[in-house]
């Protein structure tokens, strides 16, 4: 029990569809993270929240759009996706401070078709 | 910037073998260090950590001594089994950036452990 949900385990999607990825925390954490993760590649942090705010963006495309309505929820929207963003998609939380570990979900397995 | 370097894989031992992953740091100050372990179709799972200096972090026979001196953290096993078949990552949180409980990861060593 890694107290990191999300939903769903496994999409699969059209480039004209709009979909959500939705991340639950149960752990009191006020970070929160989305990884992408692809074959053969390192992982790659795409968006940071502290507190509900985003502090990072790093240079990810507008074709995915983040959301964190409160600190145990966060969103990932995607819409007019390309082939090459299927990967699998990693939710974590943290406590907002730094020399902390961050704990994962078991992610969304996403094939963009 | 912070950095990790893993020892690149993948890594294929028979079981009761020793195993050891490399890898070494960059960062200023003094990180944390972890190591995590992703079974296949899983997230990471938090293996181990370690917060200062010489301190030793183990968990499931799994052991990694921060080397302040020589910027490492490298993973050990004794005996390893075919369930410990996965892929690790070494990670750091630093004391820097914009981010609180933002992590550096390396780029991930698979195992592959043999009956």
Redesign the interface.
Same mark, same amino acid.
């Given at each position: 029990e890694?107290g990191?949900t999300?939903t769903p385990r496994h999409l699969v999607m059209g480039m004209t569809n709009k979909k959500s990825l939705k991340c639950e925390q149960h752990l009191g954490h006020n970070?929160m993270?989305w990884y992408k993760q692809s074959a053969k590649k %390192?992982?790659e *942090?795409m968006f940071?929240y502290?507190f509900k705010e985003q502090?990072?963006n790093n240079s990810v495309p507008s074709r995915f759009s983040p959301e964190c309505p409160n600190s145990s929820h966060l969103f990932l929207h995607l819409h007019t996706l390309q082939p090459e963003d299927s990967a699998l998609y990693?939710c974590?939380s943290?406590? %907002?401070?730094? *020399?902390?570990?961050?704990?994962?979900?078991?992610?969304t397995r996403l094939t963009v078709l | 910037g912070d950095s990790v370097t893993q020892m690149e894989g993948p890594v294929t031992l028979s079981e009761e073998a020793f195993l050891t992953i490399n890898c070494t740091y960059t960062a200023t100050g003094y990180?944390?260090l972890?190591w995590?372990v992703q079974y296949p179709g899983?997230?990471?799972?938090?293996l181990l950590?370690a917060?200062k200096a010489d301190d030793k972090g183990s968990n499931k026979g799994f052991e990694a001594t921060y080397r302040k001196e020589t910027t490492s953290f490298h993973l050990e096993k004794g005996s390893v089994q075919v369930s410990d078949s996965a892929v690790y990552?070494c990670a750091l949180?630093?004391?820097g950036g914009?981010?609180?409980?933002?992590?550096t990861?390396?780029?991930?060593t698979i195992l592959t452990v043999h009956p």
């Amino acid at each position: 029990e890694t107290g990191v949900t999300q939903t769903p385990r496994h999409l699969v999607m059209g480039m004209t569809n709009k979909k959500s990825l939705k991340c639950e925390q149960h752990l009191g954490h006020n970070a929160m993270y989305w990884y992408k993760q692809s074959a053969k590649k %390192p992982l790659e *942090l795409m968006f940071v929240y502290n507190f509900k705010e985003q502090t990072e963006n790093n240079s990810v495309p507008s074709r995915f759009s983040p959301e964190c309505p409160n600190s145990s929820h966060l969103f990932l929207h995607l819409h007019t996706l390309q082939p090459e963003d299927s990967a699998l998609y990693l939710c974590a939380s943290s406590q %907002p401070k730094r *020399l902390v570990e961050q704990f994962f979900g078991p992610g969304t397995r996403l094939t963009v078709l | 910037g912070d950095s990790v370097t893993q020892m690149e894989g993948p890594v294929t031992l028979s079981e009761e073998a020793f195993l050891t992953i490399n890898c070494t740091y960059t960062a200023t100050g003094y990180p944390s260090l972890f190591w995590y372990v992703q079974y296949p179709g899983e997230g990471l799972q938090l293996l181990l950590k370690a917060t200062k200096a010489d301190d030793k972090g183990s968990n499931k026979g799994f052991e990694a001594t921060y080397r302040k001196e020589t910027t490492s953290f490298h993973l050990e096993k004794g005996s390893v089994q075919v369930s410990d078949s996965a892929v690790y990552f070494c990670a750091l949180s630093g004391v820097g950036g914009t981010s609180y409980g933002k992590l550096t990861f390396g780029q991930g060593t698979i195992l592959t452990v043999h009956p």
